[in-house]
């Protein structure tokens, strides 16, 4: 009886939980694709990298199919790293279409925006194409998993990356780092403010 | 027996409990649906004169959507982010211009759009990207979206406004409203603005 009665429990605390199931996916685009990850941890990773020092380089596969280097971009251009978590999930699916209208605002900061997360080609080929034609690269740090993204400290203990954003100056020197609430969109104020600061120097 | 009694206590206190989990959610906010009226929400008046002078709204800082002079009001729910609301940008625009280019419907009909978790920066980006001819308000903390019952975006209600500010919504739904003439069609069937029925 004691049994049934906690089972009963249980059923019935399931079945409110999940009739209480928000919206998480803000844009009709992605219809019901996009996969509710729940509430996450703000922030799962330390830092490995700090204001002021040389950004690690790298080369990624990029879904065109080339490999980007970052130090490429050396002496040429601003670099901005936009870390999101994991394809097809809320907050992310919303991040990058906002920055495929300001290219205007990054060229007139002698930008360049690179997208990184862990998940493989494929699959990043598929969940951009819902956004539309992305003017930036979208580069796979997905083998070794996540190797870049433990490098910059951005890699949380379940194998995502941090919601993270790293400016990057022309001499290589990162000059901002944001790694915030992974269940937040960081406003595009603070990116463009912080691309400005580059220029007041 | 002890058990069983455990076992009853138990099950009332799980029944208890999700009883005020439910009446808890019933806060949530409902997104209106026609024939309702729309949630009570404050919006900044703007500090450009001509969105003021479109609206009808004189002093005062915020304004409520039944206060628009207007016999027919569409609110956007949008986003800067939202690649749907992107594509439909060029289509809402077309809508105002045969609104403003039709003598018998100009001033009768107004649009606003509200940036759901947008900051000003993002909606002015948003206005200026898609030269958005009507007002656009950000919403950054989410507390319109939450009042429309957090729906997904492009998201459009059409809402009547009587002679007496009470108002009626006419037209609730999600995505793209397709053709901006058919759209427009409608929303002056479904008003009853073809037939003076409204303001």
Known sequence: MRRSG???GILLALTVVLMSTTVLARSAAFKDN??????????????????????????????????????????RKNVVLSFVPAAWT?????????????????????AVLLGITVDNIPTLFAWTNQMGELWFPVLSDFWPHGAVADTYG????????????????????????????????????????????LGDS | MGHKKAGTVFYLIAVVVSLLFLEAQSFAFNTPQNGDALPDISIP??????????????GG?????????????????FSMYCPHCQREAPEVNRLYTLIENNPGLRGKIKLIGLGTGNTTFEVEVFRKNYKVPFPLFADEDFTFHERFG???????????INSDQSHQVFYSRLGGFGGAEEFLKLVVQLSGLGKGGAQ
């Open chain 1, 6 to 8: 906690i089972g009963m």
């Open chain 1, 34 to 75: 996009i996969y509710n990850p729940g509430q996450l941890k703000p922030v799962d990773s330390d830092l490995r990298v700090r204001v002021g020092e040389p950004a690690p380089d790298f080369t990624l596969p990029a879904i065109t199919g080339e490999r980007i280097t970052l130090s490429r971009f050396r002496g």
């Open chain 1, 90 to 110: 809320p907050v992310c699916s919303d991040q990058w279409p906002g920055y495929n209208i300001v290219k205007d605002l990054f060229d007139a900061r002698d």
């Open chain 1, 154 to 197: 951005v890699l949380r203990s379940d194998g995502t990356a941090e919601r993270a954003i790293f400016i990057i100056d022309k001499d290589g020197i990162i000059r901002s780092i944001l790694v915030g609430d992974i269940n937040k969109r960081p406003p595009l104020d603070y990116l463009i403010k912080e691309l400005d600061k």
């Open chain 2, 45 to 58: 008046v703007p500090h450009n004169e001509a969105e003021r002078d479109y609206l009808g709204i004189k």
């Open chain 2, 61 to 77: 800082q915020f304004f409520q959507i039944p206060r628009i002079k207007a016999a027919v009001v569409i609110v956007e729910i």
């Open chain 2, 150 to 160: 957090e729906v997904r975006t492009p998201y459009f209600i059409g809402v009547k």
